[in-house]
């Protein structure tokens, strides 16, 4: 019996910031790119859009999602982005991948998601983002958790235009110092870019208010590091990543980027991974 052929992926990103190129420059160099196609890219301005990948349609309205047939949407704009166009997301295609997770906080919002995902028989997918260790928490929370405590260290460059700056004297730092210890929910909502995976690990694990986030100053560093540890029925669980900040956006991971591609290539990947 010969194999059947199949269509490539269709993909729209929502976003055409640092994440987003970088995304699309993965998807362009790995190995069976032909696989997947982006079709289409999700902007604020048409004008302000460049260097885009060729045969991506550039839209502007939520609405446009709706008859270009996709596979999979993939959200890397910012959390004001899953609001505007999430929903629509949802009912334009089988999955709806979100990379700025903090977001989802915003319990209302979660909520009308997941109406809608279950309503359009489609699936709002959290990828693990800069951490390690997700999927471990996530399947150790079908027995009960106790603590979940998670760690963001990131050099004080990282945390210059946010809060951080009015809590500490961020050029003056001479050893990592902690200027926020609190749930899940006020750090995502508070920093959302930098602590934009306190939601990550919350929602797998024992949710947003019993998360503990510690964030971190560390002049003597250079990269963006996470570290969790998670105690319950299943045993103790202790991990630490040390990311490389992300080209463009130092306020993210490279490995933000990489976890997007991981979540497309495995809708068609013959092995998921």
Known sequence: MSPRARRPLRVALIGWGAISRRVAELLADAQG????????????????????PAGATLITDPGQLAGLELDLVVEAAGREAVAIWGEASLRAAPAFAVASAS????TALLERL??????????????????????????????PLDEVVHSIVKPPA?????????MIALDALTAPTTFFA??????????PQNANVAVISALAGIGLELTRIELVADPDTTTNSHRLSASGAFGRLSVAIENRPLTGNPKSSEIAALSLVRAIRNRISPLAR
């Not at 196609?37 to 885009?52: E, F, M, P």
């Open 114 to 143: 997941l109406v809608t995902a279950e309503a359009c028989g489609s699936q709002l997918i959290l990828p693990p983002g800069a951490l390690a260790g997700i999927d471990a928490i996530a399947a150790a929370s079908a027995l």
């Open 33 to 52: 790119s032909r696989d997947t196609a982006i079709v289409a890219i999700g902007i604020r301005s048409v004008a302000r859009a460049s260097q885009t």
């Open 103 to 106: 977001a989802l906080a915003d």
């Open 182 to 191: 609190g749930s899940a929910r006020e750090a995502a909502m508070r920093f």
């Open 158 to 166: 990282a945390w210059r235009g946010t809060p951080a700056e009015e």
